[in-house]
């Protein structure tokens, strides 16, 4: 199209946009819809787009097919979630990105679309190469060079890789429209936030219900159970529960429970249900209503075959394999006597029917074709399994019978081991995906699998068949064996059988790790990707469910000869207590300690671990104070050190972030032990337990209240002199009000507790003043702009020591702390303030309190502090408080310069003026609260050449084009210029002048030194004065352009006429 300028031509109209009819926007065949009717030439973009977002859409829910998306009472965008919900090969991924893509596309108000860019969708990501590999339909091309299949990025795998920014982005969109978002997306967010952040419960069960009301059936079929593991009652009704349960049985779920109302003949009828479904197989024919007829019925099937119609999907299964899935016998041994289809016909995957047989549990039909011959020996091509795997899946009065035939009739391999690489899986070998709960299925060997399944009767017929009790997963090591993956799993009943059977618990791994440790430990290769939290809840139950499971399973192994206190050889010295606690695993814990593991046993640290994790991130946040007892049970010495920071259990759990109720409880529990903790103990810094606890930002007050009732001593000092107040006057959690009424809290508890003492000021001067250290509570309260804080600290004493050195490198007082937060404060709130450019947006600003810079602080802390900074200044300047520099110099004979008294040079206010305040679009004339800083200028303003120096280091900055002087300030300057002309003196004003016109005139001599002369420019009336050009500023940093030039490539210049008045401006190229 043909451009002008930088705007689409004016000539085009909306019938010059081209378009193949049914694939342009709805407005091209009808203008009305346009917003006011009104075609604009930019416009046409905008068309490109809803053209690029029904070709994506028809690609991956139509096949390249026209889509339709008028649908009456329903929105285009509705429509299109719709499709995408329908297209099952859409891996969720994928599916999340198309929905946010196409919504900017598809827009109804052209003006609201996105523009066609290479980011709308990421190609290279694993969800787009696993839909392009299953959306393949040849048979004879093989994968897609670079693609993994849809099993690497499904289930707990695709949720337990995504990255934290798409799953934050995920849960706003949930929170802005619940209810038309994806019920598998809800679920495995639901996984996917599993203790990863504080009180995480809530949020879980939210997903995992609503996902369950929008029909999601995984959900619906483990909702019972995680509510009655966190003690919720449900909020559907019984009857609806037990619905949700068989018909999750009856779509292959293994961990459905018997109960008041669901019998086991109940579970045994939806088992049926699945097998005559297909079972496990999840083949394409599966999805063919009409082929699933035709091999129902024998003579539609010997009709199909007469055809020569032998493959009936792209996986190159024949109608013998669907026959054989659906437990057709009759329509099975026509094919086979009459129409002469071999028994061992293989599918592209070398699956033959009696593999299909096994997978849905068909008896009747794995008889008949052992009986005619079949084989099952042969492997499958990509997972190298066998028909023994599924043996689990028959009923249980067939499982020995069926087993000894596969093995000596059929030569089926007992030990036969799944084969896969991981490096296409992001590390983790991949697992066959299946539907329900734990979703992915194990690695190894019939007998893992069997394992896995819970299945005894499969479990006794393999081994009593010469399978290897002790099998590993290929080319692992002893962490994979069924016993040590049902010890992590927590099964206690298949460790007991195996356990009886032989099964070894006392081997090692490599890294000298015994099956104890292996309870707790984490290994995705080993134990699948779901966070080991879900098995609990779905195996076990509620917390005392999972107690009682877990210290049983200690027991079990514990008997069965495995060390307890065994230490590991990587990572050194880790007992099997030891890596519970740092996989914040409290049931294994819980059992390693009830069942006796030395918790002060190889590297220590175990009670520590344990004081500082939060309940709220625990698999049952309510376990934490049981799990704290039995730990500390287990400890000899409750005032061990830490190793690097030497903080005993007590520091811990008083500096971490538990709820109150927590700290109150872990604390009851170690003062009630026969030899409680010394309460006054110090770690490397010389901090008690009290000083910890005042900095800590849940409730600090409450927590030293707690302690000084326990005998806390509040006189003792850190290692760098600090006392016990200093943590209240630094704690952001603390208002002004709120700091001073808790020192005189604290002091009037020293009168208390000593008969000598009459008052606050008395138990002061005695404990505190003498101390060097105290000072620095009173630089921290000034810091903090705490009013009556710095006056309580004054009129206890501390004035007699107001110019004491905070710092001899540089020699600070407590003024000089004061100025510099001081100034600090101003700058970060007029910088915040001025991104907020309307008026009603900065009144917003300012009600809700965020304007105030980057800062720990609450909002109303933060504004008590801006306001209260001022305020400080003014009280320690009328209490006789100095400048370090006004105090002479310290052992150096020069005078303080600028530098020495501004380490950070743009914090002086004057300084920082010049290079910034024009530039955030205030003056110093109109900035918020100006003559409230009238302090901060008159105390910056030193020594006597302060401007020469202020100058100074602005010269330097702007040879190194650091700082360009904004017009604004230029143009104040020379007005300031102008004014003095003519006056022989100047009065020193009563308050500081803001801004200082003598400095503005010194900036303004100094540029004219500094600027380029333009001999061959002259200005009317103005011959006798030398031109200058100075590089300037002319915008602002929330105007047009930013920090950057008008034009790019181009600087903006101002010409300076003599050191007096400014002339014209241009713009030259750099």
């Given at each position: ?603 220590s640290g175990t009670v520590h671990k344990w004081a500082s994790i939060r309940g709220a991130e625990l698999t049952y946040p309510e376990s934490y104070l049981d799990i704290f007892r039995s730990v500390t049970q287990r400890s000899k010495d409750i005032d061990a050190r830490g190793e690097f920071d030497e903080n005993t259990p007590l520091h811990e759990v008083v500096a971490a972030m538990h ?412």
């Amino acid at each position: 199209m043909k451009r002008h300028g930088d705007s689409w031509g004016a000539k085009f109209t909306i019938d010059d946009y081209r378009g193949t009819p049914g694939w342009v926007a709805p407005e091209i065949q009808d203008p009305s819809q346009l917003p006011g009717a009104a075609f604009k030439p930019e416009l046409m973009p905008r068309f490109d787009s809803y053209s690029l977002g029904l070709t994506i859409l028809s690609i991956f829910v139509k096949r390249g097919e026209l889509v339709d998306l008028d649908v009456d009472d329903e929105s285009r965008f509705d429509v299109v979630i719709s499709l995408l919900r329908e297209e099952e090969s859409i891996p969720s991924g994928l599916r999340m990105q198309l929905r946010r893509a196409l919504k900017g596309l598809l827009a109804e108000d052209p003006w609201s679309r996105v523009l066609p860019n290479p980011d709308l969708l990421n190609t290279g990501a694993p969800a787009y190469t696993t839909w392009l590999s299953v959306s393949q339909t040849g048979r004879s091309g093989g994968q897609h060079a670079g693609t993994a299949g849809n099993i690497h990025n499904r289930g707990p795998n695709f949720w337990r890789r995504l990255d934290t920014a798409v799953v934050t982005e995920l849960e706003e969109q949930y929170s802005t429209s619940k209810s038309s978002f994806d019920s598998d997306v809800l679920f495995g967010l639901a996984q996917r936030i599993t203790r990863t952040r504080t009180s995480y419960i809530d949020q879980l069960l939210e997903y995992v219900t609503e996902s369950a009301r929008g029909g999601y059936s995984p959900a619906r079929a483990v909702y019972a159970q995680l509510m009655h593991a966190h003690r919720r009652t449900p909020e559907f009704k019984n009857e609806i529960l037990h619905k949700w349960t068989l018909q999750a049985v009856a779509e292959g779920y293994l961990f459905a429970k018997t109960s008041s109302t669901i019998t086991q003949e109940d579970l045994e009828a939806a088992k049926q249900k699945f097998r005559d479904a297909g079972g496990y197989a999840t083949d394409p024919f599966l999805k063919k209503k009409n082929m699933l007829e035709v091999a129902r019925d024998t003579h539609k099937a010997m009709a199909f075959v007469a055809e020569n119609k032998n493959v009936v999907d792209k996986k190159g299964n024949t109608m013998l394999h669907v026959a054989a899935a659906l437990g057709a016998l009759d329509v099975l041994q026509k094919l086979v006597e009459e129409a002469k289809i071999p028994v061992d016909i293989q599918n592209d995957n070398l699956e033959t029917p009696l593999y299909k047989a096994f997978q849905a549990g068909q008896v009747r039909v794995i008889d008949y074709l052992l009986d005619k011959g079949a084989k099952a020996s042969t492997l499958t091509r990509q997972e190298k399994l066998t028909t023994l795997h599924w043996l689990f899946t028959l009923p249980e009065d067939s499982i020995r019978r069926i087993a000894t035939r596969l093995v000596r009739e059929a030569g089926a391999l007992i030990d036969a081991q799944i084969v896969t690489v991981a490096e296409v899986s992001g590390g983790t070998p991949p697992r066959i995906h299946i539907l329900h709960f734990p979703f992915e299925l194990p690695l190894g060997t019939p007998l893992h699998w069997a394992a896995f399944a819970r299945s005894k009767p499969a479990m006794e017929a393999l081994l009593d068949l010469g399978a290897n009790i002790n099998a590993t997963y290929h080319d692992s090591d002893v962490g994979s064996t069924p016993l040590f993956l049902a010890a992590w799993y927590g099964e206690a009943e298949v460790a007991s059988f195996l356990l009886s059977r032989g099964a070894k618990a006392t081997v090692k791994d490599p890294k000298g790790r015994n099956i104890l440790h292996y309870m707790a430990y984490f290994v995705p290769n080993y134990h699948g990707s779901l966070p080991y939290s879900w098995h609990y809840w779905v195996r076990h139950g509620n917390w005392d469910d999972h107690m009682a499971q877990a210290t049983k399973l200690v027991r079990l192994l514990v008997e069965a000869g495995a060390d307890i206190n065994a230490e590991s050889q990587v990572p050194r010295q880790m007992t099997p207590i030891r890596i519970a606690s740092e996989e914040w695993n409290g049931g294994v814990a819980y059992a390693l300690a009830t069942v006796g593991a030395d918790a002060d046993a190889g590297r220590s640290g175990t009670v520590h671990k344990w004081a500082s994790i939060r309940g709220a991130e625990l698999t049952y946040p309510e376990s934490y104070l049981d799990i704290f007892r039995s730990v500390t049970q287990r400890s000899k010495d409750i005032d061990a050190r830490g190793e690097f920071d030497e903080n005993t259990p007590l520091h811990e759990v008083v500096a971490a972030m538990h709820e109150e109720d927590e700290v109150e409880g872990a604390c009851d529990i170690m003062f009630a032990r026969d030899s409680p903790p010394d309460i006054n103990a110090v770690n490397r810094k010389k901090w008690t337990a009290l000083y910890y606890a005042l900095f800590t930002e849940r409730d600090p007050a409450r927590r030293a209240r707690y302690l000084i009732k326990k005998g806390a001593d509040l006189t003792i000092r850190t290692y760098d002199g600090k006392n016990i107040l200093f943590p209240i006057t630094y704690n952001v959690v603390f208002s002004d009000q709120q700091s001073h009424d808790l020192i005189i809290e604290l002091l009037s508890h020293l009168v208390q507790a000593e008969a000598g003492l009459t008052d606050t000021s008395q138990a002061y001067q005695k404990y505190f003043l003498p101390a060097p250290g105290n000072i620095l509570t009173l630089a921290e309260a000034a810091r903090a702009g705490r009013v009556q804080t710095v006056k309580l600290l004054l009129d206890l004493g501390l004035e007699r020591d107001i110019n004491k050195f905070v710092d001899t490198d540089p020699p600070f007082t407590v003024l000089d702390e004061a100025v510099l937060r001081a100034s600090s404060r101003r700058q970060e709130h007029l910088e915040s303030l001025a991104s907020f450019t309307s008026a009603a947006a900065r009144q917003r600003a300012l009600a809700a309190g965020i304007v105030y810079g980057k800062t720990s602080e609450s909002p109303t802390r933060a504004e008590e502090a801006y306001s209260g900074c001022p305020k400080v200044l003014s009280l320690l300047r009328s209490r006789g408080a100095k400048r370090g520099s006004e105090l002479g110099p310290l052992g150096s004979s020069e005078p303080p310069s600028i530098t020495d008294m501004f380490p950070k040079y743009f914090l002086h206010p004057d300084i920082w003026d010049v290079m910034d305040l024009y530039w955030l679009g205030f003056t110093p004339e109109s900035q918020p609260h100006r003559h409230d800083w009238d302090i901060l200028y008159e105390l910056s303003r030193y020594p006597e050449d302060w401007r020469d120096q202020v100058v100074e280091i602005l010269r330097e900055m702007y040879k190194d084009a650091l700082w360009r002087p904004d017009l604004k300030m230029m143009q104040r300057a020379a007005k300031a210029q102008l004014q003095a002309v003519g006056k022989a003196t100047q009065e020193k004003p009563a308050v500081p002048e803001v801004p200082d016109s003598e400095l503005l005139r010194k900036i303004l001599s100094m540029l004219a030194v500094a600027g380029k002369p333009d001999s061959s420019t002259t200005t009317p009336n103005e011959k006798d004065q030398k031109a200058v050009w100075v590089n300037a500023r002319e915008t602002t940093k929330s105007g047009p352009n930013g920090l950057h030039p008008t034009i790019p490539g181009h600087i903006f210049q101002v010409e300076l006429l003599g050191n007096r008045s400014l002339g014209d401006t241009r713009r030259v190229k750099e």
